[in-house]
C-alpha cells in the first residue's frame, strides 16, 4: 500500500474558512476561530520544541474537558510527537505505571490536578483557566515562530490511549494518524457531519469516545465542537434546547441518555435540532431507546473501541427504529465477523467473538508484542466482545465475553437481563452479575438503584423477570444500592461490582 502523507486538517480550515467557530468551551466561555486555533497550536508546538520534544516524543495531558487537548493533538502532529491523554480518575500509582511505561517527556496538567501532577516522576506544565498567565499561556505568549512541520505519514503514531485494565495492567492502544483520519471518513458520511455541525461534547476527552465520537470528525469537517468540561444532564439538554448554540450532533454512551431521560428538563427539553443522536461504548438498554424514540429522537446506535479509534459498527440513522437494539453494520473501509471457539464463522443467529478489521484498526500496543499477539488473527482484531448478526447482517452486541456468566451450564449474557430490568418503572438503573452458587455453578445477582420514593422488594424483581425470561437468566438475588460505580465515561464497572459482591473479580471468561 503506498504510504498516505499527514494532513493537518486545522491548518487547511483555517487558510480556507479562519473565522469559522472550531471550539466552543463552555467551561472558560472561550469561543475559537480555525485561524485562531491554527495559530495556539503553532505557537504550542514551537514551546514545545523549545523543550526540546522532538519526533517520538510523548508528552501526556491530564486534564478535564477543555480546547487544550486538540492544541496538544495538532502541535504533537506538526512535531512528530505522541499524545497520551491520561484518565484522570486512575489514582497516582496507577497514572505511574502509565508513565513507567510510556516515559514521557513532558506532562501539560489542568491545575485541578495538580496534587496527581506533583507527585508524579515527570516534568510539568500548568494549564490555569483562572489565570491569564498560567505557565501554559505564558509559554505560548513567549513562544517563537513555529517550526517546519515534520513531514509524517497515516502509518506514525499520533497518539497512545490506555485501556483502563479490566484484567491487569492497562494496554496503551496505538492511535496512528492514519486510524483518526479514516475514523473521520467511516463515522463522519453515515453520522452527516458537515462543516455546519454543532457537536455538543460531554464524553471525557482522554477516552476515544470523547475526543473521536464526533469531536475529531467534527474538526475535520470544519464544523463546531461545544465542549462540556464535565457532563450534567440539566445542562446539556439546555445546551440542546439554546437555539443560539444550534447543537446538532450528540454523542455519548448510554449512562448520560438514562441521567437525561429521568431528569425534569426532559420533556420540555427542545430536542428538535438535533439532526443525529449517537449513542454506543456499553450496552443500551430497549427502554432508554424506546424512550428517546418517543421523544422524536432515535438514538442512532454504534459500536467500537479505543484500538478501532473508535467506530467499528454503526446503524444509519434511516434503520434507527428499524433495527432497534442493532448496533448496524460494519463502517465503511471495515469488515466485521463472528467466529465460534474454533475460528469458523458463526450463522446468522448464533452468538460468537466478533472480529473486526479496517485502516482504523490498531496496529497494537504500546510496548506489549505479547499483548498485540493475542488480539490478531491474521490481522483481524479480537474484540472480546460476544456478538450475532441477523439475516440482513446487522450486528447485535450481546455483551463482553467477561461479563457473561454461566449458569447451570446455559450462558447468560447480562445485558439481556438488564433490558427486562430497566422495564420495571421504579428502577432508576441496573446491572446484573454472575455470583457463585453450590448448584448452579453461577446465578445472577441484580443490583439496583431504586427511583426515590418508588418501592421495590427483591420478590417485585423476580416476579417481573419471570415470564419475561427463561427461568435459567432470572436473577436469585437483589441487592438495592444508592449507585452503581461507573468509570469516568459512564460505564458501570462490573467488576467492582463483583469485588463488592462476591469478594473477587472472577469472571467465567477471560
Ligand atoms: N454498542 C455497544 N453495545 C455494547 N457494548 C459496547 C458497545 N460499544 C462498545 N461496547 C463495549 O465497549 C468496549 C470498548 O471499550 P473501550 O475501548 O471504550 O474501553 P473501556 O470500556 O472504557 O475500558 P476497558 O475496556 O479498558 O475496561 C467494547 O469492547 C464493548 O464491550
Not at 516522576?121 to 517563537?144: N, Q, T, V
Not at 463546531?224 to 450528540?250: E, K, W, Y
Amino acid at each position: 500500500m503506498p504510504t498516505i502523507p499527514y494532513y493537518d486538517w486545522i491548518a487547511h480550515h483555517a487558510g480556507r474558512r479562519p473565522r469559522q467557530l472550531a471550539i466552543h468551551d463552555l467551561h472558560t466561555g472561550r469561543k475559537i476561530s480555525y485561524a485562531a486555533l491554527d495559530e495556539r497550536i503553532g505557537r504550542l508546538t514551537s514551546a514545545l520544541a523549545a523543550r526540546g520534544i522532538a519526533r517520538g516524543d510523548r508528552i501526556a495531558l491530564l486534564a478535564p474537558n477543555c480546547a487544550e487537548y486538540f492544541e496538544l493533538q495538532f502541535a504533537c502532529g506538526r512535531l512528530g510527537a505522541i499524545m497520551l491523554p491520561l484518565n484522570w480518575r486512575l489514582t497516582v500509582p496507577e497514572l505511574e505505571y502509565i508513565l513507567g511505561d510510556s516515559s514521557p517527556k513532558l506532562l501539560i496538567h489542568d491545575r485541578s490536578f495538580a496534587p496527581q501532577a506533583t507527585a508524579l516522576s515527570a516534568s510539568l506544565l500548568e494549564i490555569d483557566h483562572d489565570r491569564a498567565d498560567s505557565a501554559y499561556e505564558r509559554a505560548l505568549a513567549e513562544a517563537g515562530p513555529p517550526p517546519a512541520a515534520v513531514p509524517l505519514t497515516h502509518d506514525d503514531i499520533g497518539m497512545v490511549m490506555y485501556t483502563s485494565g479490566t484484567t491487569g495492567h492497562p494496554k496503551g492502544a496505538i492511535i496512528t494518524h492514519g486510524m483518526v483520519f479514516w475514523n473521520c471518513v467511516n463515522l463522519g458520511i453515515p453520522a452527516l457531519i458537515t462543516p455546519e455541525t454543532v457537536q455538543l461534547v460531554v464524553l471525557p476527552l482522554f477516552h476515544t469516545g470523547g475526543l473521536n465520537c464526533y469531536a475529531n470528525p467534527v474538526l475535520h469537517a470544519g464544523g463546531t465542537i461545544v465542549i462540556m468540561r464535565n457532563f450534567d444532564p440539566g445542562q446539556a439538554l439546555d445546551c440542546i434546547s439554546d437555539s443560539a448554540l444550534g447543537i446538532t450532533h450528540f454523542f455519548a454512551v448510554p449512562a448520560p441518555y438514562q441521567f437525561m431521560m429521568q431528569h425534569p428538563k426532559f420533556q420540555a427539553a427542545d430536542l428538535s435540532r438535533l439532526r443525529i443522536a449517537g449513542v454506543g461504548g456499553a450496552p443500551c438498554a430497549l427502554p432508554i431507546l424506546e424512550t428517546w424514540i418517543a421523544r422524536g429522537v432515535p438514538l442512532v446506535q454504534g459500536w467500537g473501541m479505543t484500538e478501532t479509534s473508535p467506530a467499528g459498527t454503526m446503524l444509519d440513522a434511516a434503520d434507527a427504529i428499524r433495527k432497534v437494539g442493532s448496533a448496524g453494520k460494519a463502517m465503511m473501509h471495515t469488515a466485521i465477523r463472528v467466529i465460534d471457539d474454533e475460528g469458523r464463522d458463526v450463522p446468522a443467529g448464533g452468538i460468537g467473538e466478533l472480529l473486526i478489521k479496517g485502516p482504523n484498526i490498531t496496529p497494537g500496543y504500546w510496548n506489549n508484542e505479547a499483548a498485540t499477539a493475542k488480539s490478531f488473527t491474521d490481522g483481524w482484531l479480537h474484540t472480546g466482545d460476544a456478538a450475532r448478526l441477523d439475516e440482513e447482517g446487522f450486528v447485535y452486541i450481546v455483551d463482553r465475553w467477561k461479563d457473561m456468566y454461566i449458569s447451570g451450564g446455559e450462558n447468560v449474557y447480562p445485558a439481556e437481563v438488564e433490558n427486562v430490568l430497566f422495564q420495571i418503572p421504579a428502577v432508576a438503573d441496573a446491572a446484573i452479575i454472575g455470583v457463585p452458587n453450590e448448584r448452579w455453578g453461577e446465578v445472577g445477582m441484580a443490583v439496583i438503584v431504586r427511583k426515590p420514593d418508588q418501592p421495590l422488594a427483591e420478590g417485585d424483581v423476580i416476579q417481573h423477570c419471570l415470564g419475561r425470561l427463561a427461568k435459567f437468566k432470572v436473577p436469585q438475588s437483589v441487592a438495592f444500592v444508592d449507585a452503581l460505580p461507573r468509570n469516568a465515561t459512564g460505564k458501570v464497572l462490573k467488576r467492582e461490582l463483583r469485588v463488592q459482591f462476591v469478594g473477587r473479580d472472577a469472571p467465567s471468561i477471560s
